[in-house]
C-alpha cells in the first residue's frame, strides 16, 4: 500500500496474457530470418490462425524429424512450442523451446532465438530460476551470433526475471546494459522507472519514466503502462495532482486496456472516502 492507503501492485512481471502476446509480438523468428515459403513458415503462420490445430501439425512433423536426427527437430521443436506458448501452457512451452536450442547444435542465431522465448514461457510459468539460466544462454547466443539488438532484447527479460528471484543489483545493471544498446526502446525505460521505484530510487525512477513517455508511442499498450507507471510514482512522491492528470491520460488513450483498468482502480481509490 501507498499513500492514502493506494494499493499499487508491480507491473514489471507480465500477465500470463501479455507473456503471450510479447513472445507473439516480438516476432522471434522472422526477426533475422528471412522464411520462404517452407513447412517451417507454414506451421509458423498456423499458429495465428489455430494454435492447436497448429499444435497437432508440430507434433506430427517433429516425429517425421526425429528419423532424420536432431537438428531436424528443431524447426517442429520451435514451432510447437510457440503453439502451446499461444495456448499459455508454459511448462511444455519451455520444454520444447528448449529441445529446439539444443538441436540446433549448427545455428547458433536459430539457438538464441529459441533459447529467448524458452527463456520468455519459463517466465511466464513463474519458473524464474530457469528462466534467469535460459536468457542467460540466449544472450551469449545472440552475442556469439553478432546482433547485438536481440541480446539487448533478451537482456531486459532476463531483468523481468531477477526482479522477480529479488536480485535487483544485477536487474539494475542488466536495464542499464539494455538502455545503452536500445535507447528508443520504451520498454527499457519503463522497465528501468519501475525498478528505480521498487529500490526507493524515486529520483531516477523519474528520469528513467520521463524518457519512457518521450518516446512511447501515444495510445500504444506501452504507452499506457508507461502511464501508470508515471502515475504510481508520482503518487509516491506526494505529487497526487500529476498521478491522476497520469493515470487519467490512460484512460483518454487505451481505456480498455489492461493499463485503463488499473488506471480506473486508481482513480477510483483516490475518489473514495479515506477509511477512519
Known amino acids: 500500500p501507498g499513500p492514502a492507503g493506494l494499493n499499487l ?75 502451446l506458448a499461444a495456448q499459455q501452457k508454459w511448462q511444455p512451452a519451455e520444454q520444447a523451446l528448449s529441445k529446439a536450442r539444443a538441436a540446433a547444435t549448427s545455428d547458433v542465431l536459430l539457438r ?29 547466443d545472440a552475442v556469439a551470433a553478432g546482433r547485438p539488438i536481440l541480446a539487448a532484447s533478451i537482456t531486459l527479460d532476463r531483468a523481468r526475471a531477477l526482479v522477480a528471484l529479488g536480485r535487483l543489483a544485477e536487474a539494475e545493471s542488466a536495464l542499464a546494459d539494455a538502455r545503452t544498446t536500445l535507447p528508443d526502446e520504451p520498454q527499457a525505460w519503463l522497465l528501468s522507472a519501475t525498478l528505480a521505484r521498487r529500490m526507493d530510487k524515486l529520483a531516477e525512477a523519474q528520469k528513467f519514466i520521463e524518457n519512457a513517455v518521450n518516446i512511447a508511442p501515444r495510445g500504444s499498450e506501452v504507452g499506457g503502462e508507461i502511464g501508470v507507471e508515471a502515475g504510481v510514482i508520482a503518487m509516491l512522491a506526494g505529487r497526487e495532482d500529476a498521478a491522476r492528470k497520469s493515470w487519467q491520460s490512460v484512460l483518454d488513450t487505451v481505456p480498455a486496456s489492461e493499463a485503463g483498468k488499473r488506471a480506473t482502480f486508481y482513480l477510483g481509490q483516490l475518489s473514495a472516502p479515506a477509511k477512519q
Open 9 to 83: 501492485p508491480q507491473i514489471d512481471r507480465p500477465s500470463p496474457q501479455q507473456a503471450a502476446r510479447r513472445i507473439e509480438q516480438r516476432n522471434w523468428l522472422s526477426l533475422d530470418i528471412a522464411l520462404p515459403p517452407s513447412r517451417f513458415k507454414a506451421c509458423l503462420d498456423g499458429v495465428q490462425a489455430d494454435p492447436r490445430a497448429a499444435e497437432t501439425s508440430a507434433r506430427t512433423w517433429l516425429a517425421d524429424a526425429g528419423k532424420s536426427g536432431l537438428s531436424a527437430t528443431a524447426p517442429p521443436n520451435v514451432c510447437l512450442g510457440y503453439a
Open 112 to 140: 538464441a532465438q529459441a533459447g529467448g522465448m524458452a527463456g520468455n514461457a519459463a517466465l511466464a510459468g513463474g519458473a524464474n530460476e530457469r528462466a534467469v539460466a535460459l536468457l542467460e544462454a540466449a544472450r551469449a
